[in-house]
């Protein structure tokens, strides 16, 4: 109930009356997204909610860091090309999706919150349903970002999501990599 009261319904989306300080994920998501149909940016805007919640992450963050990864886009796939490792284990061993237009690419991350093929294997999720199912989607991004948020926050307060980016890497490696990305995010949010 409490996420009904705290969403926009659909007369109050439909009739551009939404307090935005009552539904930031929403406004935030129209503001990123202008040309998203209200009812999608009112699906999304629900489901980032509800996930950051029982992931216990913030939901700007992670709003701005899908608007980054897919533009909100529920079927985004980013490939990499030239890599046999990649290679073989989507084309053999997992079979994740290989590009036909370039040969010896191959898809890595999938769906809304681009979750890369790495999380995938370790997370036993499905890569399909990945691009075709937002809650599942939504939340498998939601588990990965709570992970470093839970493992980096104390350490690193300012820069800790940029991990969901970069992984895992050693602190002097994440000071370079994180720069960019960070300013990548701040501009969604």
Known sequence: MLVLMLTPTMSQAKNNKISCRKNPIYCQIRKNKPSMKWQDA???SNVIYQVSKRHKIP???YT???MQESRYKLNALAKSCGFR???SVNKVKYNFAVSKKNVGCVYTDFGIAQVHYKSI????LDHKRLLTDLNYSVNAGAEILSYFARKFAKKEPHRWFCRYNVGT???NKVKIACSGYI???KRWM
Do not use: D, G, P, Y
């Open 183 to 185: 300013k990548l995010v």
């Open 59 to 61: 939901s700007k963050i």
């Open 42 to 44: 009112m699906e999304l």
């Open 169 to 171: 890497q050693s602190a």
């Open 64 to 66: 701005a860091i899908l």
């Open 85 to 87: 490792e990649l290679a």
């Open 121 to 124: 294997l370790r997370q036993n």
